[in-house]
């Protein structure tokens, strides 16, 4: 889903490995460099998640903030090596953060009284559940490089997009403090812009009339920089889904629906959500399974070829990743028993099917750049819903379980392809991963409150998180039934159903895919809000006109920009909030 620079030559690749004498890497300044970005991505992904209803390419942003922060203090050197631990770092942090998703999932069964479900967790339950489940991914995964990176060298294009980030940043030319002065300029620019906004500096377009439920239905455009750099870097296809999704859901769908009585006139922007949640979490839940069945060979050829898979002297040794693992697996049978009431028997079966699912996510993301966290965790869903049926509790946290193990162990694979680009030891980065994901689960337990306290699910400046949306639906609709829907949803959400499967087998034409639309991007669409997916397809518009101009010259500068507006919103966010939530600031003025 981002636009990944083109991969170097070979020749060009084995120069990038090559270390000038004296060189270190796994060093005292390199890991705590990597701890503080692992702080820094930790606390702001999970507004960026909720707000935008998944997680742009993180690897690229933690490691320039790495390098930045290592260039800052040094008088000169290669920098990549210890640059590339704080990528790693980043990037686990990041996606254990991802899993707020999991937590506002929860929140929003326990609002709904229909769910008759009353799900949370502490912060220090939070902590535990999360490190516990992404210390298994990371320890998991380590004997997977050298089958998915060395033997098969898979793409995994974000970690090649911040391969090639680190070596251009290493080389200290022109192009490099052209990277360096975009991404500044991003950051400051979105913080500036972001901070005036939320202190009422600047008005707010809260919407375009389009309709008379417009101004209910939020349609119009967000000044927020975030979501035009999203947009830059998802690209113009994704985006161009995304904003037919919005057109469906917030512009058509309300007269539609009120025309056939199906809404009153006064209405109110929950009481649609609620109804077209229904197709588009059909359309995107049957476009991931699908996805997955498809690639169903994925699945045959990856435990065929294990067999064969060898662990280099340089990885982790396989002694301490069985010890790791059965610690942490220990530590998910407590946590998960005692704070979400599961079975230890369930919980035993959960882990037991999480490990294939994990080995197909690894294989999806190498080949396509789609890390099927969401759809993957859906299908455990469905598992669940068939061992336990009824048992939403049981169903959300054995999900979350998937969710967090997948995330964590495609953070360590996309890693050690940057590290396989640079010559970097795989060992290292799987020890600064280890260290990492605590810190992204407790910036993760101390951040996501706060935003949930401070903006909700609900209003205008809600953070309505489609993905959240979209798993609670799932859990409803296996635990409560069909019978509970609208006639009118459950004929919508069988036709997003038929809709995401039609899309997702015709995808898998390459001379026609480009046409057809994504069923994820349409599903995205329809949730967030409508002033969000205008301001994304603009900055996909931005990122294609200038492609068109100079398709050459344009990674040089675009990406960093993006990965800028990105940072600097989401770091302006959560330090906001902060200050909200200690009463050193009010809100208003």
């Not at 680009?421 to 407790?442: D, E, N, T």
């Not at 699910?457 to 979209?470: D, M, Y």
Request: proline share 5%; with cysteine.
């Amino acid at each position: 889903m981002s636009n990944a620079p083109a991969p170097q030559s070979d020749h060009d690749l084995s120069q990038a490995k090559v270390r000038p004498p004296g060189t270190r890497e796994f060093t005292l300044r390199g890991v705590i460099v990597a701890l503080l970005v692992a702080a820094v991505i930790g606390a702001a992904y999970p507004y960026v998640v909720l707000k935008l209803g998944f997680g742009p390419n993180i690897a690229v942003v933690s490691a320039f903030f790495g390098w930045l922060a290592l260039a800052a203090f040094s008088k000169g050197g290669a920098l990549r090596w210890e640059s590339n631990l704080a990528q790693a770092a980043g990037t686990v942090a990041g996606q254990t953060a991802f899993m707020c998703t999991v937590l506002a999932a929860f929140d929003m069964l326990s609002a709904d009284p229909a769910a008759g479900v009353q799900m949370s967790l502490t912060r220090m339950q939070t902590f535990l559940w999360l490190t516990s489940a992404g210390v298994l991914g990371v320890l998991l995964a380590v004997p997977m490089r050298r089958h998915f990176i060395v033997d098969e060298k898979l793409p995994y294009a974000d970690g090649l997009a911040a391969g090639e980030t680190l070596i251009v940043l290493d080389s200290r030319g022109a192009q490099a403090k052209l990277a360096i002065r975009s991404m500044m300029a991003g950051l400051g620019s979105s913080a500036i812009v972001t901070w005036a906004y939320m202190r009422a500096w600047i008005p707010e377009v809260q919407h375009i009339t389009v309709n008379a439920y417009s101004k209910v239905t939020g349609v119009g455009f967000s000044w927020g920089l975030l979501t035009i750099g999203s947009g830059m870097i998802i690209g113009l296809r994704i985006c161009t889904n995304m904003f037919v999704g919005m057109l469906l859901s917030w512009v058509i769908a309300p007269v539609l629906l009120v025309d056939n009585g199906v809404l009153a006139e006064g209405f109110t922007k929950r009481d649609l959500l609620l109804w077209v949640m229904w197709p588009a979490t059909g359309m995107m839940v049957a476009g991931g399974l699908t996805a997955l069945f498809l690639k169903w060979n994925i699945l045959v050829r990856t435990f065929r070829q294990l067999s064969g898979a060898s662990v280099d002297p340089e990885d982790l040794s396989l002694r301490w990743v069985g010890a790791g693992s059965l610690l942490a697996l220990v530590a998910i049978v407590l946590v998960q028993h005692f704070s979400l009431g599961m079975p230890i028997w369930e919980i035993l079966l959960a882990l037991l099917f999480t490990i294939p699912l994990m080995l197909v996510g690894l294989r999806v993301l190498g080949e396509t750049n789609w890390g099927p966290i969401s759809a993957l965790s859906n299908l455990m869903q469905g598992v669940f819903g068939a061992i336990s049926p009824g048992n939403i509790p049981t169903n959300m946290a054995a999900s979350g379980l998937t969710g967090t193990v997948v995330a964590t162990s495609e953070g360590l694979i996309q890693s050690y392809k940057t590290g396989d680009m640079i010559g970097s030891k795989p060992r290292y980065l799987a020890y600064v991963q280890l260290l990492a994901v605590p810190i992204g689960a407790a910036a993760t337990a101390i951040v996501y409150p706060i935003l949930r306290d401070q903006y909700g699910f609900e209003g205008e400046n809600a953070l309505t998180s489609p993905i959240s949306q979209k798993w609670v639906g799932f859990a409803k609709l296996l635990g409560l039934g069909i019978h509970t829907l609208h006639p009118s949803a459950i004929w919508a959400l069988g036709i997003g159903v038929v809709l995401g499967i039609l899309f997702t087998v015709l995808e898998q034409n390459k001379a026609i895919r480009t046409w057809v639309p994504s069923p994820t991007g349409i599903g995205i669409g329809m949730l967030v809000p409508g002033a969000a997916v205008a301001s994304m397809f603009v900055g996909a518009c931005i990122d294609w006109v200038f492609r068109k101009r100079d398709p050459k010259g344009v990674d040089g500068w675009m990406l960093p920009l993006a990965s800028g507006f990105i940072a600097g919103e989401a770091l302006i966010i959560v330090i906001l909030s902060l200050l909200y939530a200690s009463q050193v600031m009010s809100p208003a003025g």
